[in-house]
């Protein structure tokens, strides 16, 4: 009987394993990217999961008068966006990472759309920390433009 499963958790071992060296090996970029589609989705459970317990979020917009500034525990952020009673979407393109052993940084431009309409667009820069394996978001800092929003380049 032994002999008939060996073969068998042989197998399973090593559909497993893959999955879980793919999960530690993911780098930064892959975290942000895995992370904006949970945003997307409205996704709380897979966004925590992919960042920090204390990420915070900052962001900026120039202004007329004084600059709107703001800074924000990115667990509340999370649970407003996930009772929106409509469609988000923030594309990012032109990813730019640099890793520096256990922290990293991405950065993109963005549109951050409503119901598929644009809303505003800017610059997203994420910083990462690997811990125990894993890369995990620490904060996300974005500008907030309403002006020359062009989206991404054409394919």
């Given at each position: ?55 915070v ?5 120039e ?29 990012l ?8 052993g ?19 667009c800017?610059?997203?820069i994420?910083t ?28």
């Open positions: 009987m032994k002999r008939l499963f060996a073969p068998l958790f042989a197998a399973l071992a090593l559909l497993v394993a893959p999955a879980t060296l793919h999960a530690q090996d993911a780098g930064p970029e892959a975290t942000v990217i895995a992370f904006m589609d949970a945003f997307s989705a409205k996704d709380a459970e897979t966004m925590t999961a992919l960042m920090m317990p204390d990420t979020v900052a962001s900026v917009q202004l007329e008068g004084p600059d709107d500034v703001g800074f924000s525990p990115m667990a509340d952020l999370v649970a407003q966006l996930a009772g929106l009673p409509f469609d988000i979407a923030e594309p393109w032109d990813l730019r990472t640099e890793e520096f256990t922290v990293a940084v991405v950065s993109a431009s963005y549109d951050f759309l409503i119901s598929g309409n644009r809303s505003h800017g610059t997203d994420f990462l920390m690997r811990v125990d394996g894993a890369w995990k978001i620490a904060t996300i800092t974005y500008s907030h433009e309403t002006e020359g929003c062009e989206g991404p380049p054409a394919e």
